[in-house]
């Protein structure tokens, strides 16, 4: 390190050159302990090649907003999980929904403002449109042919019975 200051007890941050295991040209960065310990570069911010920027961490990345005087007092709002799973809405854990938990995104919310926004295409020539893709590929990128009568995507509708929304309209 070129630079560690203590904040507290083994409360740290260091400064210097970053090491990430995918890439050979980081850059700089600023790097957090883990507060139980004071383990060094469980997370940081750093130089992800000539052209971005990195934001890494052991566990789950996590984004407050909407305190009331102070970060402090600002409530999760996004998390991405170590998995690479979005969860929206300050919510953490799966909820099963008709009998499949939710996890690459996961919304969840307390009002009808827990929904999904699709935009608006103002473009006369153009149209909005949801698309559901669907591969026989075994890894994320790859294209495999699909078979005959495999099923290519669904929206489904569930309701709560009180105990859970795994009942499907």
């Known amino acids: ?28 960065g600023i790097f957090f302990s883990r507060q139980s310990d004071g383990s060094p570069q469980i997370s940081g911010i750093f130089g992800h090649s000539n052209t971005s920027l990195g934001i890494a961490a052991r566990d789950s ?10 970060y402090s007092a600002a409530p999760e709002r996004l998390r991405i999980t170590s998995e690479g799973y979005i969860k929206i809405g300050g919510h953490s854990a799966n909820r099963d929904v008709g009998g499949l938990s939710a996890q690459m995104v996961h919304l969840e919310g307390t009002s009808g403002a827990a929904s999904i926004s699709l935009i608006n295409n103002q473009n006369s020539g153009g149209n909005s449109a949801l698309y559901l893709g669907k591969s026989r590929g075994t890894s994320i990128g790859s294209n ?7 099923p290519m995507g669904s929206i489904v509708w569930c309701g709560s019975d009180g105990n859970d929304m795994i009942s499907q309209g």
């Open 61 to 70: 990345l996590t984004f407050h907003a909407g305190g009331t005087s102070t």
């Open 1 to 28: 390190y070129k630079l560690q200051v203590e904040t507290a007890t083994n409360k740290r941050i260091s400064f210097g050159a970053a090491a990430h295991d995918d890439l050979s040209s980081e850059g700089p």
């Open 144 to 150: 495999v042919i699909l078979q005959e009568d495999d």
